[in-house]
Nanobody, 126 residues
Framework: VQLVESGGGLVQAGGSLRLSCAAS????????MGWFRQAPGKEREFVAA????????YYADSVKGRFTISRDNAKNTLYLQMNSLKPEDTAVYYC????????????????????WGQGTQVSVSS
């Protein structure tokens, strides 16, 4: 599955953005999907993940209550709604596909994902 992110941009602290990740191919609905982010000089970190059937979601503690991951399997699209944005949310955001229908402890780690998008920049000004 090929992935293309969009929706990034520059926003003031407290604002909102909605990221999208368009997937090609017929297998999107069989993958668990995740969002990761990477700030300059830092390692890529887990943000959120969702199971293939949307029933289960995981969030990093730093975004819990502010971000919402969702997916529309009919549209082959993954979303990340980001509210109450903070300057520390500034990063390149990536979507990725995990070859599993369900989430597990492995879903928090980049090594578990086999396909990645090119990333979209999110910048939050104070």
């Amino acid at each position: 599955v090929q992935l293309v992110e969009s929706g990034g941009g520059l926003v003031q602290a407290g604002g909102s953005l909605r990221l999208s990740c368009a997937a090609s191919g017929r297998t999107f609905s069989t993958y668990a999907m995740g969002w990761f982010r990477q700030a300059p000089g830092k390692e890529r970190e887990f943000v959120a993940a969702i199971s293939s059937n949307t029933y289960n979601t995981y969030y990093a503690d730093s975004v819990k209550g502010r971000f919402t991951i969702s997916r529309d399997n009919a549209k082959n699209t993954l979303y990340l709604q980001m509210n109450s944005l903070k300057p520390e949310d500034t990063a390149v955001y990536y979507c990725a596909a995990e070859p599993s229908t369900y989430l597990s402890g492995r879903s928090y780690y980049t090594e578990s994902y086999i396909n990645w998008g090119q990333g979209t920049q999110v910048s939050v000004s104070s």
